[in-house]
């Protein structure tokens, strides 16, 4: 059974920083990219970043901010999240697609596995 479990949501001041994680179990060996979305309520999904063979991408709402890493040995996906804004309040998703060492579009559709998420919010 594929498992992705989100952990480190909380709540935090703008400008401040924090760490999400995401354990995953259960994946198949054909999957090389790893991402993090976002939703806030109302809002559409979207994705904030991914990573596939060390090869990274980032919305641009959160480019210079957050960085995407992964810990293969401990099959964890990490989002550490610096100068934290109001607008990064949200639902916090990992996700996995299967792909050939290199990751597809952010879109919601492109990714096969779905954590439950984590909630992050942010006071202004």
């Known amino acids: 059974q594929v498992q992705l479990m989100e952990s480190g949501g909380g709540s935090e001041q703008a400008g401040g920083s924090h760490r999400l994680s995401c354990v995953a179990s259960?994946?198949?060996?054909?999957?090389?990219?790893m991402a993090w979305f976002r939703q806030a309520p109302g809002k559409e999904r979207e994705g904030v970043a991914a990573i596939a063979d060390s090869a990274t991408k980032y919305a641009e709402s959160v480019e210079g901010r957050f960085t995407i890493s992964e810990d293969n040995a401990e099959n964890t996906l990490y989002l550490q999240m610096n100068s934290l804004k109001p607008e990064d309040r949200a639902m916090y998703y990992c996700?996995?697609?299967?792909?050939?060492?290199?990751?597809?579009?952010?879109?919601?559709?492109?990714?096969?596995?779905w954590g439950q998420g984590t909630q992050v919010t942010v006071s202004s």
């Open positions: 996700a996995a697609a299967p792909g050939q060492y290199y990751c597809p579009p952010l879109r919601r559709t492109a990714f096969t596995y």
């Open positions: 259960g994946l198949p060996a054909s999957v090389h990219c």
